[in-house]
T-cell receptor
């Protein structure tokens, strides 16, 4: 089974600064997808960004970008110009060829005004 | 467009009781799945479906049943509730498996 590891239970960032959340995964597959989800206090899971394993180019969505290192099995999320609304729990997720999602344990992000 | 609708939002059960968590989506999504979220453990896949009439087990299927008689609905049944099933349950759906899932707002279940 695949495993997803988020080694930072908590992170904090000053408003307008940049923060990077780490994620590593373990797999023997070559075709898979990676995602970052945001869960604010409302409990709603919100898709932030996705990355196809076969694409070398790192995905970007406005202030959110990833650093995908396939050989190292690393998938970090960078949030630029952090805003108060970015405060949430962030989950890294792996989708395998069998359509099964595996989530990390999450990183709680605090944004300091 | 309601997205993914889960009912109820909160539920308290006694040990041994059974119940069904409802999940419906109006986006014509083929892929649907159920997860439970426990503190410090992220989300874990319970059951999933790739289309009407097709279901399969995820990481933690014991104590739960599912069926998929229509594209829109994917109910999760707890056969005999146990305190270990106290959790927040999420239903999610996707049109194509690789685009990322849309999640419902969750059901907080407490078994006493």
């Amino acid at each position: 089974a695949q495993t997803v590891t988020q080694s930072q239970p908590e992170m904090s960032v000053q408003e307008a600064e940049t923060v990077t959340l780490s994620c590593t995964y373990d797999t023997s597959e070559s075709d898979y997808y990676l995602f970052w989800y945001k869960q604010p206090p409302s409990r709603q899971m919100i898709l932030v960004i996705r990355q196809e394993a076969y694409k070398q180019q790192n995905a970007t969505e406005n202030r959110f970008s990833v650093n995908f290192q396939k050989a190292a099995k690393s998938f970090s999320l960078k949030i630029s110009d952090s805003q108060l609304g970015d405060a949430a729990m962030y989950f890294c997720a792996y989708l395998n060829t069998g359509n099964q999602f595996y989530f990390g344990t999450g990183t709680s992000l605090t944004v300091i005004p | 467009n309601a997205g993914v609708t889960q009912t109820p939002k909160f539920q308290v059960l006694k040990t041994g009781q059974s119940m069904t968590l409802q999940c419906a989506q109006d986006m014509n999504h083929e892929y649907m799945s159920w997860y439970r979220q426990d503190p410090g453990m992220g989300l874990r896949l319970i059951h999933y479906s790739v289309g009407a009439g097709i279901t399969d087990q995820g990481e933690v299927p014991n104590g739960y049943n599912v069926s998929r008689s229509t594209t829109e609905d994917f109910p999760l049944r707890l056969l005999s509730a146990a305190p270990s099933q106290t959790s927040v349950y999420f239903c999610a759906s996707s049109y194509v498996r690789t685009t990322g899932y849309t999640f419902g707002s969750g059901t907080r279940l407490t078994v006493v």
